[in-house]
């Protein structure tokens, strides 16, 4: 199960930290992944770390924005939110990857947390 929290509304230029937090699994064992979906869009990837968090993968809209880690001892991975956008607006979900390598494809994605939403106003 995976909880995600942090969420919220913010202005324009600002900043977030979402959380995400698992129980009931082996969360070490997991690659990780935050994804997005806006009001009437699909749900989009955003990032991925991998399980020992050694390497983090960004869509191309939120490099250098964006910073997603994680705290195996904690069983949370997290995601910075720096220079937000009006565009960033949408539930946050995080997941767990499946797959023996760090991908950023939805359907090698399962165990979807509720979300938490993000609101930025311009």
């Known amino acids: 199960q995976l909880q995600a929290s942090g969420g919220g509304l913010v202005q324009a230029g600002g900043s977030l930290r979402l959380s995400c937090a698992a129980s009931?699994?082996?969360?070490?064992?997991?690659?990780m992944g935050w994804f997005r979906q806006a009001p009437g869009k699909e749900r989009d990837f955003v990032a991925t770390i991998t399980r020992s968090g050694g390497n983090t993968y960004y869509a191309e809209s939120e490099k250098g924005r964006f910073t997603i880690s994680r705290d195996n001892a904690k069983n949370t991975v997290y995601l910075q939110m720096n220079s937000l956008k009006p565009e960033d607006t949408a539930v946050y979900y995080c997941a767990t990857n499946y797959r023996a390598i760090p991908t950023t494809s939805k359907g090698d994605f399962g165990s979807w947390g509720q979300g938490t939403l993000v609101t930025v106003s311009s």
């Open positions: 009931g699994l082996t969360f070490s064992n997991y690659h």
